[in-house]
């Protein structure tokens, strides 16, 4: 089996609105894309996935695609994003865009002709269903809240949205449907694409029946997931866009998977996987509690180690997660997968650590590399996201106080990672020169790209290392291939585990603890990156055969008997 040309590559997450605005008017661009492609470069980054930048009227920033063919002009113009794609090859990077074929935008041609002639060709692109005792044809919430049905003007009909009203949802049993995508999806894999991001991609399978479920909620509904979860079939149409599209171009895909059924991660990913790969969120789950967002949970290291190690368990040898701490849809990591004592720039290094060098394809969120933190804001009209307004609203139905319902989003908002990505500390953190159009973090003027490019102890520094290690000449390989193996996993605060590839293996091991650990070594071991810039404690233990971290301490070892 030869070695899939992406393994050993590292995909990073632009936000396009909100990376870097290059003609001032508060929007980030291509243009300001094109602008930071050496950066990018400079961090290590092997391809680009950019969140999508498809025509949109940005009901749900551009996750309403309008027009699969084009670029929205408030990001640039297709030439830009052909020069794009000029430019990164010249850099040896690629571009994975984000594929939304769940659902489409309501203004998108074929939505607009189906609401037209609500009988007719296009109306069966999507799920147009009669009304039920004068009601909608089944009680399902949104995503985003509310009834996922929505009437067709001067029908007895609905159509269904999983997510928002605009968001109607395409009919994948529907083969002419299927037709345009897959000629789409290799209109732009014929450019020069090197993947895609496959959003939200478990909800194209359906019950066609449409049943009812228990109400969920006080708003009488249940959620839209529970018929989801109950459908079949989505290895079908994911085997057809896999063998006509992905497979003829060798393409880099990572699929949006949520709650994978026992035995379906093997049909995902590995050598005749669906995907390259899909994102392991089992870690992000735990942040739900008994009633999901409502009660969000602590975080506790022992669980939180216990998903991404049985993560790593899980997946099948000749397959690959992809390994994530933040996106667009999540709070930042620096302060969720740390405890209290750790929210800081040692534990973002530490947590960095951590997380890149298990097994899997790494995704780093934009951000990330700086510890950018989240941005609760004052009120709840500051927000931008329509999740957070939805939640907000959903709260105070479950009888919460504003001041309650406020803090839940502001724990919880998708806004806390969306925020303008802080290049330096002049005026619009050298994001815009104009009005940002989400508020800047208040913590830019310190924490910022240009800032820490000075500083050797700074967390883009230390990233760019801990990069440069995982893609070395040495060690490349234990990291893209070699094993992983849980090591001291029943520990109180040692997250460590062993990678290792034809004789030789590497330590990683980090003290998320607030106190100092000593454990002995089973085999002599050699420091080849350690997080805090005081190394000198680490490498005197290391010469007694002990390990010794200071609390969010992250250390890489070279195993030293093991290599041959
Ligand atoms: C995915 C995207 C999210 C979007 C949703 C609907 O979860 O990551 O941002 O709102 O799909 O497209």
């Known amino acids: 089996m030869s070695k899939p040309w992406w393994q050993d590559k590292l995909v990073y997450q632009i936000y396009p609105k909100s990376f870097c605005d290059a003609n001032g008017d508060g929007v980030g661009d291509l243009a300001g894309v094109l602008s930071k492609l050496d950066y990018l470069k400079q961090l290590g ?29 408030a990001f640039g113009s297709m030439e830009q994003f052909d020069q794009l794609l000029a ?9 994975v865009m984000d594929l939304v074929v769940n659902h489409c935008s309501d203004q998108h041609v074929w939505f607009q002709k189906a609401l037209a002639d609500p009988t007719g060709p296009y109306a069966d692109y999507f799920y147009f269903r009669p009304g039920k005792e004068g009601g909608p044809p089944s009680n399902y919430r949104a995503y985003f809240g509310g009834s996922a049905w929505e009437p067709v003007p001067g029908t007895d009909l609905y159509y269904l949205h999983s997510f928002a009203k605009q968001q109607p949802d395409l009919n994948w ?23 895609f991001r496959v959003d939200a991609i478990i909800n194209i399978q359906k019950q066609l029946d449409f049943p009812d479920y228990p109400a969920d909620g006080p708003d009488g509904l249940a959620s839209i997931w529970r018929m989801v979860q109950d459908a079949e079939g989505i290895e079908a149409f994911l085997g057809e866009l896999r063998d ?39 870690p992000h789950m735990l942040a739900s509690g008994p009633n999901g967002w409502q009660t969000p949970e602590e975080f506790k290291f022992a669980a939180w180690r216990g998903a991404v190690f049985a993560g790593q368990a899980a997946c099948p040898a000749d397959g690959l997660l992809g390994t994530i701490i933040e996106n667009h849809d999540e709070p930042r990591g620096s302060c969720r997968f740390l405890p209290a004592h750790a929210q800081n720039d040692a534990g973002a290094k530490m947590l960095g650590t951590a997380s890149l060098l298990l097994r899997g394809i790494p995704f780093l969120y934009q951000g990330q590399e700086l510890g950018m933190r989240n941005c609760p804001m004052d009120s709840i009209e500051e927000y931008d996201d329509l999740e957070t307004h939805a939640r907000y609203d959903a709260a105070l139905l479950e009888g919460k ?54 500083d050797e102890n700074s967390v883009l520094r230390y990233y760019q290392r801990l990069i440069a290690l995982r893609k070395s000449g040495e ?33 990683v091991a980090a003290n998320f603890g607030a106190q100092p650990v ?24 290391l010469a007694k055969g002990q390990l010794a971290l200071a609390p969010c301490q992250a250390a890489v070892l070279a195993e030293e008997t093991l290599q041959g």
């Open 45 to 73: 980054v092997d391809l680009v996935w950019l969140s999508p930048i498809y025509r949109s009227p940005f009901v749900d920033q551009g996750y309403d695609v309008a027009d699969y063919y084009a670029i929205d002009p």
């Open 87 to 95: 430019e990164t090859r010249r850099r040896g990077m690629g571009v």
């Open 173 to 195: 049993y529907n083969p002419a449907l299927r037709e345009e995508i897959f000629r789409m999806v290799n209109w732009w894999l014929d450019k020069g694409l090197a993947g």
């Open 244 to 282: 006509r599209c992905f497979a003829p171009h060798d393409a880099f895909t990572v699929g949006e998977v949520f709650n994978l059924k026992d035995g379906q991660l093997r049909q995902f990913v590995g050598e005749h996987g669906l995907f390259s790969t899909i994102f392991d969120f089992a």
């Open 401 to 454: 106080t504003p001041a309650e319902a406020l803090a839940l989003c502001q724990a919880t908002s998708r806004d806390n990672a969306r925020t303008p990505m802080q290049w330096n500390g002049g005026p619009g953190a050298g994001f815009t020169t104009g009005r940002p159009w989400m508020r800047l973090n208040p913590d830019y003027p310190t924490r910022n790209a240009a800032a820490q490019q000075t």
């Open 475 to 507: 060690w490349g390989e234990v990291f893209s291939e070699g094993s992983f193996a849980p090591v001291w996993d029943t520990h109180p605060s040692l997250f460590a585990y062993r990678r290792a590839f034809a004789g030789r293996a590497v330590l």
């Open 518 to 541: 000593e454990q002995p070594l089973e085999t002599p071991a050699r420091l080849l990156l350690e997080s805090t810039g005081s190394p000198a404690p680490l490498a005197a233990a």
